[in-house]
Structures are given as C-alpha cells and as structure tokens.
C-alpha cells in the first residue's frame, strides 16, 4: 500500500509573456525522495498563451421571491498540455526529487500531474495560483 505521493508549486515570476513556477515533489514510499524541508529546485516556465479561459454561463434565474437574478457560472475547458509541452510553450525542468520520468519525453510525472490542476484552478480562480499543492 503506498504511503503518498505529491507535488507543489509556488510562483516565482509572471509578465505578459511567461509565467514562471518552481516545483518540487516527495515520495514517502521512498526514504531518498521524502523531501522533508520541501525544496523547490524544479522549474516550470509556461507561454502566458497557453492559459485557457473558461466557458462563462449566463443564466437568469427566478428566485422565491420573485426577483431576477444573474448566474454566472465559470466552466472549466480541457487543457492539452502535453502538447504544449511537445511544441516547446511549456519547459520542465526536472526537480532533484524526481524519482520517475515519461520514457519518451524526460518529464518529471509530477511536475506534469500538477499542470492539471495549475490550469483547471486559474479557470475556476480567473488568476494565477500562488502556490498548489497535489497529494495522491
């Protein structure tokens, strides 16, 4: 049974072009990849264009009492980023604590576990997230 297994980010820089996050993860299956101090040495840079703004839902509902009133609701659309990563707009580069790569591409999985949740949280959030955390 495994003990847990995570990712975090915090982020380092943002301008209208790039975004820039360090990353770092911890294996508690495995003694040499705790990362108990949790150090960030990981990085991941991310084209500002591949942030994908969600589908906005406008909707007038009739309350119980009997006024109007506008629902908005932010839905959250399907990323591809591991084609980004293949077109070169989103770099990984490997933290010290990566314990297991894709085969045909040198990435950290957690480091693209993570992107998941980077996306779907500035589509729910309508900003870049300052720090993530993902636990399996």
């Given at each position: 049974?495994?003990?847990g297994?995570?990712?975090?980010?915090?982020l380092?820089?943002?301008?209208?072009?790039?975004?820039?996050?360090?990353?770092?993860?911890?294996?508690?299956?495995?003694?040499?990849?705790?990362n108990?101090?949790?150090?960030?040495?990981?990085?991941?840079?991310?084209?500002?264009?591949?942030?994908?703004?969600?589908?906005?839902?406008?909707?007038?509902?009739?309350?119980?009492?009997?006024?109007?009133?506008?629902?908005?609701k932010?839905?959250?659309?399907?990323?591809?980023?591991?084609?980004?990563?293949?077109?070169?707009?989103?770099?990984?580069?490997?933290?010290?604590?990566?314990?297991?790569?894709?085969?045909?591409?040198?990435?950290?999985?957690?480091?693209?576990?993570?992107?998941?949740?980077?996306?779907?949280?500035?589509?729910?959030?309508?900003?870049?997230?300052?720090?993530?955390?993902?636990?399996?």
């Open positions: 049974m495994s003990k297994i995570g990712a975090f980010v915090k380092v820089f943002e301008d209208s072009e790039t975004v820039i996050y360090e990353y770092g993860s911890y294996n508690l299956n495995d003694a040499n990849y705790y108990e101090e949790h150090i960030c040495d990981g990085i991941i840079t991310i084209d500002r264009n591949c942030f994908a703004e969600p589908e906005i839902h406008k909707k007038l509902k009739k309350m119980p009492s009997g006024r109007k009133k506008l629902i908005i932010r839905i959250p659309v399907s990323v591809d980023y591991n084609k980004m990563i293949r077109d070169g707009r989103i770099v990984i580069e490997n933290c010290s604590n990566c314990w297991e790569c894709y085969s045909n591409k040198n990435t950290d999985i957690m480091a693209s576990s993570i992107l998941f949740y980077l996306f779907l949280q500035y589509q729910i959030d309508g900003k870049l997230p300052e720090y993530l955390n993902y636990n399996v």
